[in-house]
């Protein structure tokens, strides 16, 4: 009973690789398909040059969200405590 189930489990795996390399080989040939449509493309010197300063500006995007400093700690609550005297001399 043991030795059938995981038999069972070995053949799902198996179904599941194939699956997965089918549909690999479906999507690299679509994309072949279409680079090939893009290389026959009059303008497909100026597409390339769109397509690497979309990519530049999206680097750009990405370097600027995840490699920015966080603004120092100190600094901050210093901020806040001017702001806090500030709003404390308008009141008076």
Do not use: I, K, W
């Not at 009973?1 to 799902?12: F, H, K, S, T, V």
């Amino acid at each position: 009973m043991r030795e059938a189930g995981r038999r069972g489990l070995d053949e799902q795996a198996v179904l599941v690789a194939a699956g997965l390399a089918d549909l690999a080989v479906s999507a690299l040939g679509t994309a072949l398909g279409t680079v090939r449509g893009l290389l026959r493309r009059s303008d497909a010197t100026e597409l390339a040059a769109q397509a690497e300063q979309d990519l530049a500006a999206r680097g750009r995007l990405v370097l600027d969200r995840y490699a920015a400093a966080p603004p120092a700690h100190l600094e901050v609550l210093a901020r806040h405590a001017l702001a806090a005297r500030e709003r404390a001399s308008d009141d008076v």
